[in-house]
């Protein structure tokens, strides 16, 4: 049997073919006619000496050798894929790019980019604020902001503040709350994006921290974390919110946060990169310069009396 491969371009365009099951898409995307694109697909069968597809009436479909072969060929290119990504990116040496969470970059990242970039124009520094879990290597990420339990399993991972949640208000809701007590009278607002902790830290885990049973609590519910500060900000409400989201309005007094519990959680944000890839002058520096603003944070917040939800 001759184990000598096709044609790459041959090969190329089968995968296309074969993942759009339909040779004008695969020659569309390839910038090739569909007779060009037929022409490599007879290349490939003349090469295996079977056809890969059966041609249908407006439809094509895999046969049984096309099947065998499909699920290779995409591994490949996709590590071609990858493997080409990673050497553009050591190629460009002075890119850096961070995702992080969309309430992250609006209240921790983006209020002080500036300084980062003052302090190192030599760094082209990229942002995607998402919460998709992406992949180092596929996505062309150097740095990842995440927030969670930390299963980083085979990369470089810190964590980066130990924060705590209390309820915040702004200066003039305070002076209509002034108890714990007070506040199942007032305009609750949910950040909904931390209900998957286990345990719970939610508006009811805060009443029971303080000795207090909640009655029935409805009020807004919000899926990012920023908007739901933004809503405190103005005066629509009490949000139960992370010291760090917050840090900003609570230093420039745009928020209060008056009472002395806070609930704290085993889930955090975190520094994640490949291994290896901290010690890259752009990571290093955009590390350090995080730690730095991160410090600042920490020193003005208010203290708090600190309680686990696990001990609740």
Same mark, same amino acid.
């Given at each position: 049997m001759n184990d000598r491969l096709p044609p790459l371009t041959a090969l190329r365009a089968f995968e296309a073919a074969a993942r759009h099951m339909s040779f004008a898409q695969a020659a569309a995307e390839l910038n090739v006619t569909p007779a060009a694109l037929s022409f490599q697909i007879k290349s490939l069968e003349d090469h295996l000496g079977v056809p890969v597809f059966r041609r249908l009436n407006?439809?094509?479909?895999?046969?049984?050798?096309?099947?065998?072969?499909?699920?290779?060929?995409?591994?490949?290119?996709?590590?071609?894929? &990858?493997a080409w990504r990673s050497a553009r990116r050591q190629a460009q040496s002075n890119v850096l790019t961070v995702t992080?969470?969309? %309430? $992250?970059?609006?209240?921790?990242? #983006?209020?002080?980019?500036?300084?980062?970039?003052?302090?190192?124009?030599?760094?082209?520094?990229? $942002? &995607?604020?998402?919460?998709?879990?992406l992949d180092f290597a596929r996505d062309d990420v150097d740095v990842a902001i995440r927030y969670g339990y930390g299963?980083?399993?085979?990369?470089?991972?810190?964590?980066?503040?130990?924060?705590?949640? #209390?309820?915040?208000?702004?200066?003039?809701?305070a002076a209509q709350h002034d108890t714990p007590e007070s506040l199942f009278r007032a305009p609750l607002l949910f950040e909904d994006s931390i209900d998957f902790l286990n345990p719970k830290a939610d508006w009811?885990?805060? $009443?029971?921290?303080?000795?207090?049973? %909640?009655?029935?609590?409805?009020?807004?519910?919000? &899926?990012?974390?920023?908007?739901?500060?933004? #809503? %405190?900000?103005?005066?629509?409400?009490?949000?139960?919110?992370?010291?760090t989201l917050a840090a900003n309005a609570l230093?420039?007094?745009?928020?209060?946060?008056?009472?002395?519990? %806070?609930? &704290?959680?085993?889930?955090?944000f975190r520094f994640v990169c490949p291994k290896g890839h901290e010690t890259k002058p752009q990571v290093a520096a955009f590390s350090d310069w995080l730690d730095q603003k991160i410090d600042m944070i920490?020193?003005?917040?208010?203290?708090?009396?600190?309680?686990?939800?696990?001990?609740i």
């Open positions: 407006r439809a094509v479909e895999l046969t049984p050798e096309g099947q065998a072969l499909r699920g290779g060929v995409q591994d490949g290119f996709d590590l071609i894929t &990858s992080a969470g969309p %309430a $992250f970059t609006a209240k921790v990242l #983006a209020p002080k980019l500036f300084e980062f970039a003052q302090d190192h124009p030599d760094v082209d520094l990229r $942002f &995607s604020a998402s919460l998709r879990l299963r980083d399993g085979g990369l470089y991972s810190r964590v980066l503040i130990d924060e705590w949640i #209390a309820p915040m208000m702004s200066p003039a809701l009811t885990t805060w $009443f029971n921290a303080n000795g207090l049973t %909640a009655p029935p609590l409805k009020g807004a519910h919000f &899926s990012q974390a920023d908007h739901a500060v933004d #809503a %405190a900000i103005n005066g629509g409400g009490v949000v139960l919110m992370r010291s230093i420039d007094g745009l928020l209060v946060a008056p009472f002395d519990i %806070a609930l &704290s959680t085993e889930a955090h920490k020193a003005r917040l208010p203290k708090k009396t600190v309680v686990p939800v696990t001990e």
